[in-house]
């Protein structure tokens, strides 16, 4: 039997991904099933030791992991036309302009979201001099909009469930400054590829593929069963009515979770080598899906 240690974080559109794979909706032969919820930052930092056998990963982190994980091609969360959002107390003009000099909490260095906030301040500053300074002050997810709400930061960068609740009283009534998936797929037409999971390369390959179909499998139970699922799903939804809570697993477990396409590569490849690019990733090794060939 075969033991497959899982990361991932402790949030909705996870949840639901996971639920059959969780509580034995699946007959997975000799392969038994562990998890482990952290947060994305933490699964990101964990990813360098290669401690879980699959991880759930940003994929800015993944350009630092590639030479020990391989990308499962199930599982990837894209907002397609939405993602990301930056919020401010107080927000008036234009983004760059009020960006500059901000303390902007950010949900982790290597998160996503933090290298589409980079991205967008150095691309829409081009042809208007250097991109906005700003400054990073990592601050846990869950935590972000407390500390813009109170005033110990200027802004803070929304990942999961608090995209949808920002500007609501008990948030502080926080205002938008950008949508970084509205403002990726303006510039690329394409989804903002946000987090994906990723298997270690060193396990046999009909293992990677076995495992490859239980967690497709697990995707497809929980759209099948999407009421039992989302019950689940609920439990990790921070306060979400269950009609929020619906609509954030909505946004991130899409057509891109079942399989990426063409389009869902694209825009992972388009994401990453724009990150080099920039010179944000110091380096790439060997980006590849499992159902390539793994060397």
Not at 92 to 115: D, N
Not at 160 to 167: A, K, S, V
Not at 172 to 188: F, M
Not at 222 to 244: C, F, I, M, N, V
Request: charged residues 20%; negative net charge; glycine residues 10%.
């Amino acid at each position: 039997m075969a033991l497959i240690r899982v990361g991932h974080s402790p949030d909705p559109d996870d949840a639901f991904m996971f639920y059959a794979l969780t509580f034995g909706k699946l007959d997975t032969g000799e392969e038994r099933y562990e998890h482990h919820l952290l947060d994305i930052e933490t699964l990101n930092r964990k990813a360098e030791s290669a401690e879980f056998e699959v991880t759930a990963i940003s994929f800015h982190a993944y350009a630092y992991v590639a030479d020990r994980y391989a990308l499962l091609p199930h599982g990837a969360s894209m907002g397609d036309g939405y993602g990301p959002i930056l919020v401010a107390r107080r927000f008036g003009g234009e983004p760059l302009a009020w960006l500059a000099g901000k303390r902007i909490a950010v949900p982790g260095t290597r998160t996503s979201a933090f290298l589409a906030l980079r991205l967008f301040a150095r691309g829409s500053g081009q042809g208007r001099g250097a991109p906005p300074a700003f400054d990073a002050v990592v601050t846990p997810f869950d935590q972000i909009i407390t500390v813009v709400a109170s005033g110990q930061c200027d802004g803070g960068l929304l990942i999961h469930e608090g995209q949808l609740t920002y500007h609501q009283a008990q948030s502080g009534r926080l205002q938008k400054v950008v949508d970084l998936g509205a403002w990726w797929k303006s510039e690329t037409g394409l989804p903002l590829p946000l987090g994906g999971n990723a298997i270690r390369r060193d396990l046999a390959p009909d293992l990677i593929t076995r495992v490859s179909r239980h967690i497709q499998a697990s995707i497809q139970w929980g759209l099948a069963h999407r009421g039992e699922a989302l019950q689940y799903a609920l439990k990790h939804a921070r306060g979400l009515d269950s009609a929020l809570a619906d609509e954030f697993v909505r946004m991130y477990v899409n057509q891109y979770t079942l399989e990426y396409g063409s389009k869902g590569r694209e825009a992972v490849q388009e994401f990453i080598g724009l990150g080099r690019k920039a010179g944000y990733i110091e380096s790439l090794l060997n980006l590849q899906w499992s159902d390539q060939e793994v060397t």
